[in-house]
């Protein structure tokens, strides 16, 4: 594992310290989450399973906003809905997916 750039002993020192970080689990695992360049789990986006009670509160808020939104045109509303819908066509399909599964 020596680079070539330190003394020796400084190089073992450095590699006992490596060694010493890599195995602590804890640490590990916050570096893992701190992650800055990390890709969202798509089979774990595939797997969502929405419950109905879900569906149906995402589908009353959407329409909620989009009436709000067209009567009053604030930008804010519009954004939220357009925030909102997207989430609640996807959890629509995702559950007509599974009741048709069986």
Avoid: K, N
Wanted: glycine share 6%.
């Amino acid at each position: 594992m020596s680079i070539g750039r330190l003394p020796d002993h400084e190089q073992r020192v450095l590699d006992e310290v490596e060694r010493a970080l890599r195995r602590d689990r804890r640490l590990d695992r916050r570096l893992r989450t701190l992650r800055l360049g990390r890709r969202p789990d798509l089979g774990r986006l595939a797997a969502y399973r929405p419950r109905t009670l879900t569906v149906l509160l995402l589908l009353a808020l959407s329409v909620t906003l989009m009436v709000t939104g067209m009567i009053t045109s604030e930008p804010g509303v519009i954004w939220a809905f357009a925030a909102v819908w997207p989430v609640t066509l996807f959890a629509a399909f995702r559950l007509l997916c599974r009741w048709t599964e069986g």
